[in-house]
Nanobody, 122 residues
Framework: QVQLVESGGGLVQAGGSLRLSCAASRRTVSSYAMGWFRQAPGKEREFVAASTWSGSTTYYADSVKGRFTISRDNAKNTEYLQMNSLKPEDTAVYYC???????????????WGHGTQVTVSS
């Protein structure tokens, strides 16, 4: 079983930055793909970013390209999502996930964190 714990969420003004972290409980996740998704009230969970275990391949949603950066430190079993130039529409609960292959679809990920709230004020 893999446990994922997100942190780093909070309240920030539009144009500000936050860095989310996702710590995994097992070292084996260093060979897995990791992804970030978000869900706003009344909306479906949507893809944000994903990375292969090596970090050599990354995917981003069009809405966050150029503003968000995904990275990972396999020695620490931790993945990060650096979010810059935040907009009110980025407000959501952000979830990290782990899966065997990189994907933009939630069903590809077998383990999920409980989420961290990000609120961007205008």
């Amino acid at each position: 079983q893999v446990q994922l714990v997100e942190s780093g969420g909070g309240l920030v003004q539009a144009g500000g930055s936050l860095r989310l972290s996702c710590a995994a409980s097992r070292r084996t996740v260093s060979s897995y793909a990791m992804g970030w998704f978000r869900q706003a009230p009344g909306k479906e969970r949507e893809f944000v970013a994903a990375s292969t275990w090596s970090g050599s391949t990354t995917y981003y949603a069009d809405s966050v390209k150029g503003r968000f950066t995904i990275s990972r430190d396999n020695a620490k079993n931790t993945e990060y999502l650096q979010m810059n130039s935040l907009k009110p529409e980025d407000t959501a609960v952000y979830y990290c996930a782990v899966g065997r292959t990189i994907s933009t679809t939630p069903n590809a990920y077998g383990y999920w964190g409980h989420g961290t709230q990000v609120t961007v004020s205008s």
